[in-house]
């Protein structure tokens, strides 16, 4: 069996975006301040790459995204988002969220 690689990073970075965007609450995050987290984990990590990811997660209704006339995104965790987060739901596929470890 062939891993799928982006698969894994797709799934990776929306895990970061929702621990990021949790630890911005409750006054949410700049798309900068949020890729910058992503690329301390995939250094190559691109603006496009995470609206990309921003996109899927506030279409899944885990965050709102404000894209601002300026051209710049703002995003903050919905109420199920910080579920998602705190491990409060079960996390449906597509998000690398890690086994609970307590």
Request: aromatic content about 6%; some cysteine; overall charge neutral.
């Amino acid at each position: 069996m062939q891993i799928d690689h982006e698969r894994l990073r797709r799934e990776g970075v929306r895990w970061l975006i929702l621990l990021t965007l949790n630890n911005a609450r409750p006054m949410g995050a700049g798309e900068s301040l949020v890729l910058s987290v992503a690329q301390s984990e995939y250094p190559d990590a691109t603006a496009l790459e995470l609206r990309r990811e921003l996109d899927y997660l506030h279409g899944r209704e885990l965050v709102r995204v404000d894209k601002q006339p300026s051209g710049k995104w703002r995003a903050e965790l919905t109420r199920h988002g910080v579920d998602v987060a705190e491990y409060t739901v079960d996390c449906e596929p597509g998000i690398a969220r890690p086994a609970k470890y307590w």
